[in-house]
């Protein structure tokens, strides 16, 4: 019998760099030590040595994913670099039979990234009720996180074989989509829908090698470059389906999203709230922003008349009795430095019978506050992926509520807190962009588009509601 012949090698593509941290994150460790299960129910991955790190096949399936979407119209692509698995069939009795012989090895190899000089942070969060806006009882959750700006080596390695020769150019070119796609940035880890686990590849190289030519096998054995250097630019486009808003605001009114670990005084009297802070820069968090605007998507569909089932679709539900989906509304964390300052303010909290102080009642918080008008504070970013029409229309009446600063962010928003004022925007979707300027004007694409989408968000849920 004829001895089966090894596949060749045919190129060795490496693409390395600094993986940087831009939002914290978390990727979790699986176990929480008995003797802090009352305080943090979730704990950062490390290693032996008790560093962070960001496993390879969690950035395997980032990639992974993208690739998949990028190239859905070639999926041969993917299956070549990623590989695939033969699950055989399952016939009408429900057995399985084993698969063809047709799987393929996956053509990357991405390392585990180390995380250097990572400060570990502690967030948390709690539930909120739809209908009171009040926390719901046990639903207060704590965990650690990655603080942002750490940093670690990142390494991927592609190898090619002979069966592959065919697609080899598009391979290459792929992988070069991909190192584009690596030092623009993407998200990994968990609660990535509400703007942690940003991260991006600095300095990225892709070096080939051809091992149809000696000098490049000379050079892989010596672990030196070739000619074959890629360098990419780094711009992240999002994708044709992707609805992206990308808006800049003034603060109109203070804002305070209160930092649950604090103990700062203002003269003799203590402060019970400051504005949370992400090393040194003041910090909207994803969480903030993400429930807020759900908040007033539901409302905002309760007003149409729309089915509230709707807003699941793209938002995520994860409650229990619910078939759980995962969220493709996406926002972005925050942080801001630059034209503003904090002041604190001392306030009595008042007997809402008599009108008078409650005696031992005083307590004061410190806000940030804006200190010139009409300039930018707040750079505001959210997305919804494989966006429909009916769910652009949705995200355009958010956007509008947020530039009119009818919807308030943070805490103390009974006393005016957290109102914003719109100064410019841009919209991707389908394609193409409009921008908005300060008074609303819109240039790009014709106006009359975003119109079409909130005439679909009218007409949406009206085939589910003649089902029923």
């Not at 040595?49 to 980032?62: F, N, R």
């Not at 969060?125 to 806006?133: C, H, Q, R």
């Not at 949370?276 to 910090?283: A, E, L, P, T, V």
Request: charged fraction near 30%; aromatic fraction near 8%; hydrophobic fraction near 35%.
């Amino acid at each position: 019998m004829a001895k089966e012949k090894m596949p060749q090698i045919t190129h060795k593509i490496s693409l390395t760099g600094r993986l940087q941290l831009l939002s914290p994150l978390l990727i979790g460790s699986g176990e929480t030590p008995a003797e802090f299960r009352s305080e943090v129910d979730k704990f950062v991955l490390r290693n032996g040595k008790e560093q962070p790190l960001i496993p390879g096949t969690s950035l395997a399936g980032v990639l992974r994913e993208w690739l998949y979407a990028f190239y859905a119209k070639e999926p041969a692509i993917p299956e070549q670099l990623c590989g695939k698995i033969d699950k055989g069939r399952q016939d009408e009795n429900g057995q399985w039979h084993r698969g063809s012989n047709t799987g393929l090895q996956s053509a990357m190899n991405v390392m585990d990234v180390v995380l250097e000089k990572a400060e570990i942070i502690y967030r948390d969060g709690v539930a909120l009720d739809t209908y009171t806006g009040t926390a719901i009882e046990g639903a207060k959750y704590d965990f650690e996180a990655v603080e942002r700006g750490a940093e670690g080596q990142f390494c991927l390695l592609a190898t090619l074989r002979r069966e592959q020769e065919a697609l080899t150019p598009r391979l290459l070119a792929a992988l070069e989509e991909l190192a584009e796609y690596l030092a623009g940035g993407f998200a990994v880890g968990a609660l990535t829908a509400k703007g942690f686990g940003r991260v991006r590849v600095k300095d990225v190289r892709m070096v080939t090698y051809d091992f149809h030519e000696a000098a490049d096998i000379r050079c892989w054995l010596r672990r030196v470059d070739t000619e074959r250097v890629y360098v990419p630019q780094g711009k992240e486009e999002p994708l044709p389906e992707d609805f992206v808003v990308e808006a800049d605001f003034a603060l109109r009114t203070a804002l305070l999203v209160r930092d649950g670990n604090t103990d700062a005084k203002d003269g003799e009297n203590s402060i019970s709230a400051v504005q949370k802070k992400s090393r040194n820069d003041y910090c909207l968090p994803g969480s903030s922003l993400k429930g807020a605007l759900r908040h007033r998507a539901e409302r905002i569909l309760q007003q149409l008349g729309r089915p509230e089932k709707l807003l699941e679709q793209f938002m995520g539900s994860s409650r229990a009795g619910d078939n759980p989906c995962k969220s493709r509304f996406i926002v972005q964390e925050t942080y801001f430095r630059e034209g503003v300052t904090p002041a604190a303010q001392s306030r009595n909290r008042i007997d809402r019978f008599t009108n008078a102080t409650i005696e031992h009642m005083l307590f004061t918080t410190q806000p940030v506050w804006q200190q010139r008008q009409d300039e930018r504070t707040l750079h505001i970013s959210f997305s919804i992926k494989a966006c429909k029409p009916w769910e652009a229309g949705l995200a355009l009446f958010l956007l509008r509520d947020l530039w009119l600063g009818d919807l308030a962010l943070g805490g103390e928003r009974s006393i005016g807190r957290g109102r914003l004022e719109g100064l410019g925007a841009v919209i991707h979707f389908e394609g193409g962009a409009w921008q908005l300027d300060k008074e609303g004007r819109v240039s790009g694409k014709p106006q009359q588009e975003l119109e079409r989408f909130a005439q679909a968000l009218q007409q949406a849920g009206e085939q589910e509601e003649a089902t029923v």
